[in-house]
């Protein structure tokens, strides 16, 4: 079975930096997707940042302050966050849409991390 385990969340200062770590436990053969999205208390899921066959997009809000990256090479995607601001705590969850290898095949599928928590305080 394909997991997404996502780490680095946790309480950062206004202003500050976290990176975030999301690790398949499999390779994986493609993606049409792969991506960070979070959810905030009484809001709905949104995308934060994508990486796709055409290239990488970021929402308005983090733009210039957030950059997602990946290696391949450790099967393994980070969101690096820098001059966090308040708006920004929610859970945080990776997102791949792909051919990851569960232990036996190459199975296509929109997988999910778990989620972590980011606060900023002020």
């Known amino acids: 079975q394909v997991q997404l385990v996502e780490s680095g969340g946790g309480l950062v200062q206004a202003g500050g930096s976290l990176r975030l770590s999301c690790a398949a436990s499999?390779?994986?053969?493609?993606?049409?997707?792969m991506g960070w999205y979070r959810q905030a208390p009484g809001k709905q899921r949104e995308l934060v940042a994508v990486?796709?066959?055409?290239?990488?997009n970021y929402a308005g809000s983090v733009k210039g302050r957030f950059a997602i990256a990946r290696d391949n090479a450790k099967n393994t995607m980070y969101l690096q966050m820098s001059s966090l601001k308040p708006e920004d705590t929610a859970v945080y969850y990776c997102?791949?849409?792909?051919?990851?290898?569960?232990?036996?095949?190459?199975?296509?599928?929109?997988?999910w991390g778990q989620g972590t928590q980011v606060t900023v305080s002020s």
């Open positions: 990486i796709t066959s055409s290239g990488t």
């Open positions: 997102n791949i849409r792909g051919s990851l290898y569960d232990g036996s095949a190459y199975r296509y599928g929109d997988y």
């Open positions: 499999g390779s994986m053969f493609s993606f049409n997707a």
